[in-house]
């Protein structure tokens, strides 16, 4: 998902959410601490900054002194990628991807400072696949006099550093970028980026429901899997689905209806989640610890994220995704027929026995 948006300009003005990941996803810009389950003022999810995480910081805080159009709203720093939140106040002359990689080479930089990659390693990237030529600043970064790495326990282990220094390069090759378009969805992702720790720590806690399953084969289906997949055995299973026609009110009553029914019947609920009832009687379940089977419309891509209404669920081990499509990035043609596909999915799921 490192493809622009070909429909927008990135010199323009606007907000742009940014992740970019280290390569192999080394955890070399810090380690993970704290509780998931931690109140306010506990031991707080939250991710204690490497030698090297520091710097990423202080290059991603500089980025306004040498574009000073781009002001920079929110960084989030994971052990082993980033999220940052740039806003573009005024018409830039070079693309953002030229700010993205002035930040590259000033954290290259300054990994080769701490060692961890080759001093004599020239800066050779080609992060932009379908930008201009990128120019290089390689003072975008100060020379700040750092210590070595935390300690073992707080640290990205030798393995990694050793790794990073062999194979000479410190980010994966692009960026991902997602513009902010609508109201309140700034808001949004800096709450989802706070929060990013807490669900990071729930994924290592509960690994047996965040890791992909392989192939479940359902009836003569084979379909990519994720979460619990014992509740295919419930032999109460009933399916979710509302026309886009519906009212809220209709919308309303059915949800009514069938979280009652499901409540009362110890039942799991299956559904693709594709219109808005769909989506609103899935939410209200999930609320009301209603188990759930949700049939993806696109698949699992490389180092899937559940959505953040599912994470709980994930963690209590009542949600199972079923992934009958391979992972694609690109846009559905076929939109009707596959969503067909997936209501008569859903329906075939809840009268069979597994």
Request: glycine fraction near 6%; include cysteine.
């Amino acid at each position: 998902m490192k493809r622009r948006c070909l429909m927008h300009n990135y010199r323009e003005r606007g907000i742009y959410m940014l992740t970019l990941a280290t390569e192999g996803r080394l955890p070399l810009l810090g380690s993970l601490a704290g509780r998931a389950d931690a109140m306010n003022g506990g031991d707080m999810p939250h991710v204690v900054l490497s030698a090297l995480g520091k710097r990423v910081e202080e290059c991603w805080e500089r980025i306004h002194e040498f574009h000073p159009e781009v002001e920079c709203l929110k960084l989030c720093i994971m052990p082993d990628h980033i999220h940052g939140i740039l806003f573009v106040h005024e018409r830039m002359e070079k693309h953002l991807g030229n700010v993205v990689e002035g930040f590259k080479t000033g954290t290259r930089k300054a990994a080769r400072e701490l060692g961890l990659l080759p001093t004599a390693l020239v800066a050779q990237h080609t992060g932009q696949e379908d930008t201009e030529k990128t120019v290089i600043a390689d003072n975008i970064c100060p020379k700040v006099t750092c210590s070595a790495l935390p300690a073992q326990s707080q640290s990205t282990p030798s393995r990694h550093t050793s790794a990073a220094r062999a194979h000479g390069k410190l980010w994966e090759p692009g960026y991902n970028d997602r513009l902010l378009l609508h109201r309140g969805q700034l808001q949004r992702m800096m709450t989802y980026l706070d929060d990013n720790p807490r669900r990071l720590l729930i994924k290592r806690e509960h690994p047996e429901y965040f890791r992909q399953l392989g192939t479940l084969t359902i009836d003569g289906i084979a379909m990519q899997a994720m979460g619990n997949r014992f509740l295919l055995d419930n032999p109460t299973k009933y399916q979710v689905q509302c026309s886009r026609n519906l009212t809220d009110a209709e919308i309303e009553k059915q949800k009514t209806t069938l979280l009652e029914t499901a409540l009362n019947n110890g039942a799991v609920l299956v559904s693709p989640c594709i219109s808005l009832g769909e989506q609103q009687i899935t939410t209200a379940a999930m609320n009301a610890h209603i188990p759930l089977i949700v049939l993806l419309l696109k698949g699992f891509p490389p180092y899937f994220k559940s959505q953040p209404r599912y994470l709980e669920a994930c963690r209590e081990g009542r949600l199972l995704m079923l992934a009958p499509f391979p992972w694609q990035s690109e846009k559905i043609e076929n939109m009707r027929q596959r969503c067909l596909y997936l209501n008569s999915l859903a329906a075939h799921i809840c009268d069979s026995t597994h």
